[in-house]
């Protein structure tokens, strides 16, 4: 069942170029509007709403993250992002103007669930992102969209992961076309570039040497940090929790500004800084929040464009990855973190596809 593969988890990574597709197909077509046949939305409905909150835990959370992002920069309405157990718990703003997007792959997360129902209680209207057909969540939902990744077995989340993402990125054009806050040529070159996408990622699933060369050397160490500004952020943010689950190792994500504001207290000698560049405009300054930590000794292990040949100059190792657009580049960028995670967790001889401590569905609060 593992269709050659020695873990679920390494087989749930390679399939990404698969499941990237059929989330895509059908939903996404050049030179038509996106179509979302189970989201019922108008664009009034969309007007009426004041604003949209997207809830989720772990690394659905993570996935709410960029779709903040996409969602404010394309269609311009402000949107907030919370785990779930602390949204229930902080007496948020809910009525018939919220607008509220759950993301979870189970559809069973007991305190997603309870956000999805707190808030139609109170007249919010849900979308649901889920994996899973007929689940409580897809269910109770008024509105669904399955990222039809194929059953996801492995305890730490990948394939579901990216086609969250391809979920929130679809759910922002769908907004920018109903709204009209985008020029429709921008649209379609988002749109296009999307379609490639399987292709790019299955190129960086070709040759991994330079990954697992990495992960040998770090497999050693107790604390790693993860750096980056913009998407590359929140890229550091899940990036750096598929390592804590896959390798046990204690790992920590900075935004790159933040680090003269306490953390760069930490890097010393030796240290590992894990690092993604695809934010063209935020090239410069990650350029210097990474020579800052070189030059207290760290070694650095940047993700960036195949044309940025640059970041050599000043790192240790360099993953390139195919160039695309900057707004969807993480769907591209996160997949060598995920090798990275695996293969460490390989090295120091882990169970991978179940990490101790977890399970695949938090169903108790
Ligand atoms: O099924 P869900 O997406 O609601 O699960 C949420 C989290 O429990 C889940 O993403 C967890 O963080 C994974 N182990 C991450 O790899």
């Given at each position: 069942e593992k269709g050659g593969y020695a873990h679920f988890t390494i087989k749930e990574i390679y399939e990404q170029p698969k499941a990237l597709k059929d989330t895509m197909t059908s939903r996404i077509?050049?030179?038509?509007k996106i179509r979302l046949d189970d989201i019922h939305i108008s664009k009034d409905m969309l007007t009426n709403y004041s604003r949209i909150y997207i809830v989720a835990c772990g690394t659905a959370y993570h996935a709410g993250l960029i779709g903040k992002v996409a969602i404010e920069n394309l269609a311009r309405i402000p949107v907030e992002v919370d785990v779930a157990s602390e949204f229930r718990y902080r007496n948020p703003i809910i009525d018939h103007k919220t607008l509220l997007i759950t993301i979870s792959q189970s559809g069973e997360t007991a305190d997603t669930l309870a956000v999805l129902r707190e808030s139609q209680t109170k007249g919010a209207r849900v979308i649901a992102i889920t994996?899973?057909?007929?689940?409580s969540i897809a269910r109770e939902a008024d509105d669904v969209f399955y990222t039809w990744a194929g059953p996801e077995i492995g305890v730490a989340s990948t394939k579901a992961y990216l086609t969250m993402l391809v979920a929130v990125y679809s759910i922002a054009l769908h907004f920018a076309e109903l709204l009209g806050t985008e020029e429709t040529s921008y649209l379609e070159e988002i749109k296009k570039e999307m379609l490639t996408l399987p292709e790019k990622v299955a190129k960086i699933l070709k040759d991994t040497t330079k990954i697992e060369h990495f992960a040998d050397k770090i497999h050693g160490e107790k604390d790693v940090f993860y750096l980056g500004r913009g998407l590359d952020y929140q890229i550091a943010v899940e990036a750096s929790l598929k390592l804590k689950e896959l390798s046990y190792i204690h790992s920590e994500a900075y935004p790159g500004g933040e680090l003269k504001h306490g953390s760069i207290a930490l890097i010393e000698e030796g240290i590992s800084v894990i690092t993604s560049l695809t934010q063209r405009e935020l090239f410069e300054k990650m350029q210097s929040n990474i020579k800052e930590v070189v030059s207290r000794g760290a070694k650095v292990m940047a993700i960036t464009y195949?044309?940025?040949?640059?970041v050599e100059k000043y790192s240790d190792e360099v993953i390139y990855i195919p160039n695309t657009m900057d707004i969807i580049a993480p769907i591209l960028a996160v997949v060598p973190t995920q090798l990275l995670a695996y293969y460490v967790s390989l090295y120091k001889g882990l169970d991978v596809d179940k990490p101790r401590n977890l399970a695949k569905s938090v169903t108790v609060e």
């Open positions: 077509i050049p030179g038509e994996n899973v057909v007929g689940s195949e044309d940025n040949k640059d």
